[in-house]
T-cell receptor
Framework: DAGVIQSPRHEVTEMGQEVTLRCKPI?????LFWYRQTMMRGLELLIY????????DSGMPEDRFSAKMPNASFSTLKIQPSEPRDSAVYFC????????????FGPGTRLLVL | GQSLEQPSEVTAVEGAIVQINCTYQ??????LSWYQQHDGGAPTFLSY????GLEETGRFSSFLSRSDSYGYLLLQELQMKDSASYFC?????????FGTGTRLKVLA
């Protein structure tokens, strides 16, 4: 299995620009999670989906952040407009119903907003 | 609120045993998980405790005591490759809250 795939792996952008992060979960997994990791705040859950439906988006920091999952094999996290404080590593993870104790993380997208 | 506290850094020598503690202030969770993260890498699952007591997985063991709001990860026969950050996480259904993380340095 290829594991969780994220793109891009690195993104450098200027403040005010739109940023789109992409994720392909492990085939057959029905849960998908978006996390943000920073030194100051650690690993934070932003939003998670079950069967392509958003279940809990209470971790989304503000309206500039949005996430979609149009089908079982693809999700996006969009930041518009981006700000320097959004600089972080964004991880996507997936898991399967009945295996909730284990999440499989992608390699992450390292975002730098100048 | 919900919080999981861990020591920020632990140092040990190769071949030794090290314990990484996790104290939490939350309730109603299903289990306590542990993840390892190497610098520049992604978190990877190590161990899970749904019930109080000790779970053993090779060189790694994890312990949970709900009455004491406490858990730990035990790493035996330390190897250089164990140098990484370790996170505890409480799981409530499919929602995870991660601890502050402990950076483990293994010295030769």
């Amino acid at each position: 299995d290829a594991g969780v795939i994220q793109s891009p792996r690195h993104e450098v952008t200027e403040m005010g620009q739109e940023v789109t992060l992409r994720c392909k979960p492990i085939s057959g997994h029905d849960y998908l999670f978006w996390y943000r990791q920073t030194m100051m705040r650690g690993l934070e859950l932003l939003i998670y989906f079950n069967n392509n439906v958003p279940i809990d988006d209470s971790g989304m920091p503000e309206d500039r952040f949005s996430a979609k999952m149009p089908n079982a094999s693809f999700s996006t996290l969009k930041i518009q407009p981006s700000e320097p404080r959004d600089s972080a590593v964004y991880f996507c993870a997936s898991t399967l119903t009945g295996e909730e104790e284990t999440q499989y993380f992608g390699p992450g997208t390292r975002l730098l907003v100048l | 609120g919900q919080s999981l506290e861990q020591p920020s850094e632990v140092t040990a020598v190769e071949g030794a045993i090290v314990q990484i503690n996790c104290t939490y202030q939350t309730s109603g969770f299903y289990g306590l998980s542990w993840y390892q993260q190497h610098d520049g890498g992604a978190p990877t699952f190590l161990s899970y405790n749904a019930l109080d007591g000790l779970e053993e997985t090779g060189r790694f063991s994890s312990f949970l005591s709900r009455s004491d709001s406490y858990g730990y990860l035990l790493l035996q026969e330390l190897q250089m490759k164990d140098s990484a950050s370790y996170f505890c996480a409480v799981q409530r259904a499919y929602k995870y809250i991660f601890g502050t993380g402990t950076r483990l340095k293994v010295l030769a």
